[in-house]
């Protein structure tokens, strides 16, 4: 189970492992993920990539020997007819090992934890990065049919997706925008907004079924969370438009993330084209929703454990780690 705070505004939310896919694209103050009954790698590294800049990934554990209690998302994987109290879970002894070991970012808090100061708001028209200018200008220039953008998360994808969009709408390019939901593309939308300023000019967003639908031929189509979205309506979305841009993440997919940077990429590298290039691949390597610490190799770059008070059982092995820089 996941508790994604958002904070202070907005309701406690809660999501399982197996709905942590939902939240790519989104941003959170604070989340707590509890392994008192299971370890997700796979969530541990979509949620993580969600905390937005000087806020917490809590990470909470049971006062109770952890490595002996059974791990129930288990059952999501083993074939009849073994049940996860008949299976030791390897990935657990690996992930507290990598918690407690001396370079972890992870620290040990006591059972009673002071409230933690008020998140200064989120500068959503922060000036781009220089690699994210660069990214731009590639994309600008119009020399391939189509551009993929794979990076972690925290690279500062949807923020340049946000702001290429306003700039080429300002231009007068006829712009799509495309992702499996809504709520994968927020910070995309909140750099829109910020960019269009009092245009009044909405985020021009369809979802995959429906843009392809459309008859219409687009200057520039943006397909953001792309690994989310199967390969064939991917090849379809492409054809959409005269340039096509493809942005996602590489992990938290379970494979997919790297079956889209391997089959996908070599069906754009391999189409005909009129432009100079058929695949130009775009790169965002600095941190800049957090900044450069020591990562835990499942992929999570931030993290704390934070106690949770439930009545059974009560976690209090934790640690703390905010991000340290505030751009989505």
Known sequence: ???????????????????????????????????????????????????????????????????????????????????????????????????????????????????????????????????????????????AKSYVLIAPRGRGK???????????????????????????????????????????????FFAPDALISDSSYWDFLFVDEASMIPLPLLMTLNNKAEHALFSTTDYGYEGAGKGFGIRFCHHLASQKTPHKHALKTLTLNQPIRWGEMTHLRIGSTTASFWPHQRTTPTPSRMSIKRPSNIQN
């Open 158 to 204: 949807s923020t340049l997706l946000g702001d290429s969009i306003a700039k080429l709408i300002q231009a007068g390019k006829r712009v799509a925008v495309c992702a499996p939901n809504q709520e994968a593309i927020v910070s995309l939308k909140a750099r829109f907004d910020q960019q269009m300023n009092q245009n009044h000019i909405s985020l021009p």
């Open 1 to 143: 189970m996941s508790y994604l705070l958002h904070l202070p505004h907005s309701p406690l939310k809660t999501c399982s492992f197996k709905h942590a896919r939902q939240e790519l694209g989104s941003s959170h103050d604070a989340i707590l993920v509890d392994l008192s009954q299971g370890v997700s790698a796979s969530a541990l590294a979509i949620l993580a990539g969600t905390v937005r800049g000087n806020g917490v990934f809590a990470i909470a554990l049971p006062n109770e020997d952890w490595l002996s209690m059974t791990d129930q998302d288990l059952a999501r994987y083993l074939p009849w007819p073994y049940e996860p109290a008949q299976v030791t879970s390897a990935f657990k002894r690996y992930l507290l090992d990598q918690l407690q070991s001396e370079a972890s970012p992870f620290r040990s808090v006591p059972d009673q934890v002071t409230a933690l100061p008020a998140l200064s708001p989120v500068n959503a028209n922060a000036p781009l990065t220089k690699e994210q200018t660069d990214a731009q200008a590639d994309l600008f220039a119009e020399q």
